[in-house]
């Protein structure tokens, strides 16, 4: 098994940035790639991005590119979003997963974490 917390999440006025960070424990090595997904109100869960556990390839959502970064830090197990220009849209909770491909579909992730919720203020 593999446990995933999330931290980092909070209240931030439009144009702010957060930084979320999800570390993880137990049978990492059985991880390949780590994801965030965020889930608004009364929406569905929508893929953000992910990165492989070399750091060396990364996936993006559309409406992230160019503000959001995620990356690794593989000594603390550790996966990050900084989150720039932030907007009221990008309210939602954010969920981080592992899983054994670099995919950006929520069903090939196994692990997920309990979520943080980021509120962006106009």
């Known amino acids: 098994q593999v446990q995933l ?3 980092g999440g909070g209240l931030v006025q439009a144009g702010g940035s957060l930084r979320l960070s999800c570390a ?3 049978r990492t090595f059985d991880i390949y790639a780590m994801g965030w997904f965020r889930q608004g109100p009364g929406k569905e869960r929508d ?3 992910a990165i492989n556990w070399s750091g ?8 992230v590119k160019g503000r959001f970064v995620i990356s690794v830090d ?5 996966v990050y979003l900084q989150m720039n220009t932030l907007k009221p849209e990008d309210t939602a909770v954010y969920y981080c997963a592992a899983g ?3 995919v950006n579909y929520a069903s090939l992730f196994n692990y997920w974490g309990q979520g943080t919720q980021v509120t962006v203020s106009s």
Request: aromatic share 12%.
């Open 24 to 26: 993880a424990s137990g």
């Open 47 to 49: 893929f953000v991005a």
């Open 100 to 102: 054994p491909a670099l």
């Open 56 to 63: 060396e390839d990364t996936v993006y959502a559309d409406f």
């Open 5 to 7: 917390v999330e931290s």
């Open 74 to 78: 593989r000594a603390k197990s550790t």
